[in-house]
């Protein structure tokens, strides 16, 4: 999330008299007739704006973990009085190792926090690549475990890839964590929030684009086909299709967000988080559930 949208949130956290005033409507924005939807809503949770409205992942190990979320409210005071004010959308390896994504207002750096399956946590540093965008909205681990793809804010026809913090040997807290390869999309992307795989080579992406002129929609549920695995050493292609958009349903009229992604390999369960728009924030941001079929 860019740090306008962060400041929106806190807006509304601050100032719920004022925007308590605020005109409400009904709002029910349904897919488009035509979109390709492999996936059905089955259900939804309440978001809660301060932990749960930028991410959230399934912990495999260690046993009976509970899904973990991330928000304003989760990021820990040692980490955002260092400037790293903003954590994305997660993810963990089948293995147990847990990955937040952080960025900053300005510099030349990204973050990766990464807690083991025994609970330790370590730090690990990107320096900037040329051309390579600030924020830092989410990871995906690869199902091997050893590459982590990340994404970049605005209208991008890549994805980076990384060695997985923590996981894959080469890496180190005290050494630069280097971007390895790129995702290269055969169709451009808008505002990705957050990107989970669903097998070796799938993933399925949260977007937040408001402009719909890419896939003829808003805010969707995007597909990812990869040419093969991520290996580090090389880049693959990735084919992008629109599978629908997004629920948009809220008390409150407005621009929605759509945030993290979750899919568990283990119910098949697909968990995407939108965030609604003002007052409404509060009251009715929702982690949606979907199944394929």
Request: contains cysteine; hydrophobic residues 35%.
């Amino acid at each position: 999330m860019p740090a306008s949208l962060r400041q929106r949130c806190h807006g509304v956290l601050t100032g719920l008299v004022i925007l308590a005033t605020a005109a409400v409507v009904s709002l029910v924005t349904p897919t488009p007739a035509g979109a390709a939807d492999g996936w059905t809503e089955t259900g939804s949770d309440r978001a809660d704006p301060l932990t749960e409205s930028q991410g959230l992942t399934s912990v495999e190990v260690p046993a009976n973990s509970p899904n973990r979320y991330t928000g304003i409210g989760t990021v820990p005071i040692g980490v955002s009085s260092r400037g790293w004010n903003h954590v994305g959308d997660p993810d963990a390896s089948y293995n147990g190792y847990y990955i937040e994504p952080y960025q900053r207002d300005s510099g030349n750096a990204k973050m990766y926090r990464v807690q083991t399956p025994g609970g330790a946590w370590s730090e690990y540093v990107h320096t900037l690549g040329a051309g390579e965008a600030l924020n830092n909205s989410w990871d995906a681990i690869s199902p091997d475990g050893q590459w982590m793809l990340s994404g970049e804010w605005g209208t991008m026809t890549r994805l980076l890839v990384f060695p997985t913090p923590g996981v894959n040997p080469s890496t180190s807290p005290s050494a630069n964590l280097p971007q390895v390869s790129a995702v290269r999309l055969d169709h451009a992307v808008r505002d990705v929030q957050g990107c989970d795989f669903s097998g070796p080579t799938t993933l399925l992406c949260s977007s937040d684009d408001p402009e719909g002129s890419l896939f003829g929609l808003t805010k969707p549920l995007l597909q990812i086909d990869l040419s093969a695995a991520p290996n580090g050493t090389a880049d693959v292609s990735g084919h992008v299709t629109a599978l629908r958009q997004l629920p948009l349903r809220s008390s409150c009229s407005g621009a929605f967000e759509a945030e993290g992604i979750d899919y568990d390999r283990r119910s098949g369960v697909l968990r995407v988080i939108v965030v609604s728009p003002g007052f409404c924030v509060l009251t009715d941001s929702k982690t949606y559930k979907f199944s394929r079929g």
